[in-house]
């Protein structure tokens, strides 16, 4: 994503295809400047499916997104 882009832009934009609980742009400690990602949650898996298919691969602000879906940690069921 855009080095440029800011929690709100994200919110705009995810907000397009369902209801966004957070958006988080995730910035160097050091200088505060974008690494070019970001963690955005959805109200529902559906809205999060939703996002990833609509949103993934478009252009905003300059830059394709690669939207996709949180990984799971709930493979580690004990046997």
Request: no cysteine.
């Given at each position: 994503m855009s080095f440029e882009a800011t929690e709100?832009?994200?919110f705009e934009l995810f907000n397009g295809v369902g209801h966004v609980q957070n958006a988080e742009v995730v910035s160097y400690r050091h200088n505060q400047r974008s690494k070019g990602f970001a963690f955005v949650q959805m109200q529902t898996v559906e809205e999060a499916q939703r996002a990833v298919?609509?949103?993934h691969d478009?252009?905003?602000l300059g830059r394709k997104l690669v939207v996709s879906?949180?990984?799971s940690s709930e493979h580690h069921a004990s046997s």
């Open positions: 709100s832009d994200l298919e609509e949103l478009k252009e905003f879906g949180a990984k």
